[in-house]
């Protein structure tokens, strides 16, 4: 009985993204990487939590320099927590290698770091290794009062001039899952749409 009620829990939880992706993967033995990237405070635990079906009463925030890598069934989800040490960004890159997806989280509510966020961003897209790689930024928290909306962010932050690779910006609320799973369809759509 304990199986049932776990997927009675919701459509959004027993939805665990791991297995929308295992779907819509072409093929299954190819490793998939995926770097989630994004200022601190912005969502990526409870993000992943949410991916991982994990439960996400209880995070706290993640301390110093992190990186968590979620396995299963050929996919490889590489976590980072960016926030203020900037001095340790140079060792980032010995993990841009590879990645097929970079996804970035964004706090919608935290206007005042709107134009640290951008500037972050722009960085990775400028990193050689991660050229072409498809973005997927996610505009997270819209389930408070204060957030700005998706299209306010893309425009903030130039998205409209990315030119070399495909983009997407998903509204998106880590917190209740709404939002994510369109996020992680169009992650499956694109992962091979990498620009060489």
């Known amino acids: 009985m ?13 939805q665990g993204l791991l297995s929308i992706l295992r779907k819509l993967k072409s093929t299954p033995d190819q490793e998939v990487r995926i770097l989630l990237l ?6 990526k635990t409870t ?14 925030p993640t301390q110093g320099f992190n990186i968590k890598s979620v396995q299963s069934q050929g996919f490889k989800l590489n976590v980072w927590d960016i926030g203020g ?13 590879n990645t097929d997806i970079l ?5 919608s509510a935290d206007r005042k770091r709107f134009e640290e966020t951008g500037q972050e961003l722009a960085e990775l897209l400028d990193e050689e290794k991660l050229s ?3 973005v997927l930024i996610f505009a997270n928290k819209q389930d408070l009062l204060t957030a700005a909306p998706a299209s306010e962010i893309a425009e903030g932050l130039n998205l409209h001039t990315i030119r070399d ?15 994510v799973q ?9 992962v091979n749409a990498k620009k060489k």
Request: charged letters at 25%; aromatic letters at 8%; one cysteine or more.
């Open 182 to 190: 369109d996020g992680m369809n169009w992650v499956c759509k694109n």
């Open 38 to 43: 994004g200022l601190d405070n912005a969502g």
């Open 132 to 134: 072409g790689v498809p």
């Open 47 to 60: 993000l992943l939590k949410q991916l991982a079906s994990e439960d996400i009463s209880h995070i706290t």
């Open 103 to 107: 996804i970035y989280v964004i706090d």
């Open 165 to 179: 690779r495909v983009w997407q910006i998903q509204s998106c609320s880590a917190l209740s899952g709404e939002g």
């Open 2 to 14: 304990g199986e049932q009620k776990s997927l009675r829990d919701g459509p959004q939880r027993a």
């Open 85 to 97: 040490q900037r001095k340790i960004r140079p060792y980032w890159r010995n993990y841009f290698e």
